[in-house]
């Protein structure tokens, strides 16, 4: 509840007089701090998980945490600090999460720090398939050009199908002249 209201102090001293505090409270604290956009919190709870597999998993979590509920600044910290920017949330990474909410400076910053472009969630989308379903076109550019190109799209997708890839004109040329298309 502290970390959620911002009273780092209060963190700050709990966190200090307890040698006891296990890892999983102060990562509960950390990912509450993170949806709540408590950035200050955040800094003064990181100290304290000192192995790292245990800072990796608990600022994981709270990026999860902060990315759906939009806290940028939140998740640069935690990205920071060691976050996975391929942490997941019943089976979305936050690059889904932030494409499906059109948050393109947590796109963004995800891709800065090398989000996997080609995850697909339990239903079969990807972060792309999740952008362009939602319509955010600048989204949809951005994952594009971090994919390497411009493939055509078709935007009339069904919901079971998601984005179909068309063939190049070149292609489709060498097709019809009885040629391989590869």
Do not use: W
């Amino acid at each position: 509840a502290a970390a959620a209201a911002g009273a780092t102090s209060v963190i700050a001293g709990l966190l200090a007089t307890s040698d006891a505090t296990p890892a999983a409270v102060i990562a509960e604290a950390l990912t509450n701090a993170a949806a709540y956009g408590q950035v200050e919190s955040l800094r003064a709870l990181l100290p304290f998980i000192t192995v790292v597999r245990e800072r990796a998993s608990a600022t994981s979590a709270a990026l999860c945490s902060a990315v759906a509920n939009s806290h940028l600044e939140c998740a640069t910290v935690l990205l920071a600090n060691g976050a996975d920017a391929d942490a997941s949330t019943n089976g979305s990474s936050v690059l889904m999460v932030a494409c499906s909410q059109g948050a393109l400076s947590l796109v963004l910053l995800l891709l800065g720090h090398n989000a996997r472009l080609y995850r697909k969630n339990p239903a079969g989308h990807t972060a792309l398939s999740l952008a362009s379903k939602g319509g955010h076109a600048a989204i949809v550019h951005e994952l594009l050009s971090a994919a390497g190109g411009e493939p055509q799209l078709d935007m009339s997708e069904s919901e079971e199908e998601g984005c179909q890839r068309r063939p190049s004109r070149s292609a489709s040329r060498q097709s019809a002249a009885g040629r391989p298309s590869g």
